[in-house]
């Protein structure tokens, strides 16, 4: 049976692509399934794309660790292949006194976090209207942090599999897992195609999924919960609104709320936050949401035209509620299934550091891995010239 892998790879994701792409680099027969007809058609297509700088996270989290992680790695991923990405300032905006005291907070954090003090700085409103000529005149100050790096997460995942695949690695699409048993130590994972696959482990990267896919195994090790985020993309006339990815402050407004230039030339307004939407409307777009994001917008930049949105997005982060934090481990009845969940924001910036760890759980019971001498780990972008 030509079926037969080493590791088997539920999630065409960014988090599954990561995985794919850095254990290509080890002799191991991979296989990833992903239910849509494409890659990174979930929450990898509908989310904000920043490598964040780090000094959001609650210190001590998982999440902490290998947002910081994650985030040296990146330089790696840029030297090694080519994918669009900008190096921009990440501006947190205080609009009192109060907010004030939480932009000194994430100052504090950051530092707690790992990142070096030339990193952050905390400006007066002066000097924040100077920066961002366009925010509103209520703002009091600002937290700007200078090593944040905006991806497109779409084309990089796509790049990431493009590299897995050059390197070995079998993309299945069109192939949503419906069953999984575990027979003479070995994983029987069928697909809705009708496919059986032969893997000794399974790595679970299916996003909101993901607790599904390790119950069918007969791991009901955790739950996921949804929590929905809505943009508006604005036409390219109203690029240069912002100089910077502009936050309101994260711990008062919720994660993560931006107005922002996008590597392709619009601006990117959102996320709102919805809990607990049903598994399969993770991707919708709200009448009512729409108008909230106005609201945000016209919040940081009272002269933005939210008339000209001409694009709407949304995603939805996978939260594990009772540690909120990311689910990276072996699940409890076998160390050969590897539970990759709660992949909420920071995931995208923790993603090469997410892979990294992935591998050393495969290690903890395969070894030391003998490494691909054939591993070719640059990839040339993707994207068409023209
Ligand atoms: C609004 C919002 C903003 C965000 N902003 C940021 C940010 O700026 N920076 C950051 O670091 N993170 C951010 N995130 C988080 C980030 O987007 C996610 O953590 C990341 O995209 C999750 O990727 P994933 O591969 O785990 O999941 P997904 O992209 O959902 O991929 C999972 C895949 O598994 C597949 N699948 C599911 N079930 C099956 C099955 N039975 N068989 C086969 N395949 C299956 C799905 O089809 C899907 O393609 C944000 C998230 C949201 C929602």
Known sequence: MNNKYD?????????????????????????????NARVAMETTAGNSGLVHGGFDPTPGKLNAKLNQLGKL??????????????????????????????????????????????????????????????????????????????????????????????NGVDLKVNAKVVSIKHNNSKYLITTSKGETIEAEYVINAAGHYADMISKMAGYADFNLVTKRGEYRILEKTEAGIVNSVVFMVPTIHGKGVIVAPMLDGHVLVGPTAVDNVPKDETR???????????????????????????????????????????????????????????????????????????????????????????????EKSILPLF
């Open 7 to 35: 590791i088997c790879i539920i999630g065409g994701g960014i988090i599954g692509a990561s995985i794919a792409r850095e254990i290509a680099q080890y002799n191991k027969k991979v296989v990833v399934l992903e239910a």
């Open 73 to 166: 790695r990146y330089e790696d991923w840029i030297k090694e292949m080519e994918f669009p990405f900008l190096r921009i300032d990440s501006t947190i905006v205080a609009f009192s006194e109060e907010e004030m005291k939480h932009i000194h907070m994430l100052y504090e954090r950051g530092l707690t976090n790992g990142l070096q003090a030339s990193e952050l700085e905390i400006i007066d409103a002066k000097e924040l209207q100077k920066r961002e000529p366009n925010i509103s005149k209520e703002a009091v100050g600002a937290l700007v942090c200078n090593s944040s790096i905006a991806v497109d997460t779409p084309e990089l995942t796509k790049t990431l599999f493009t590299n897995a695949v050059r």
């Open 284 to 378: 919708l777009v709200t009448a009512e949401q729409f108008n909230n994001i106005g609201n945000i917008g016209k919040k940081l930049i009272p002269s933005i035209n939210m008339d000209k949105t001409c694009m709407t997005l949304s995603g939805s982060r996978p939260i594990e509620p009772i540690n909120d934090d990311f689910w990276i481990k072996h699940a409890s009845g076998d160390k050969k299934f590897i539970n990759v969940a709660g992949m909420k924001s920071p995931a995208i910036a923790s993603a090469p550091a997410i892979a990294d760890m992935v591998i050393d759980l495969v290690k903890e019971t395969a070894g030391e891995l003998e490494k691909n001498k054939n591993w070719i780990p640059k």
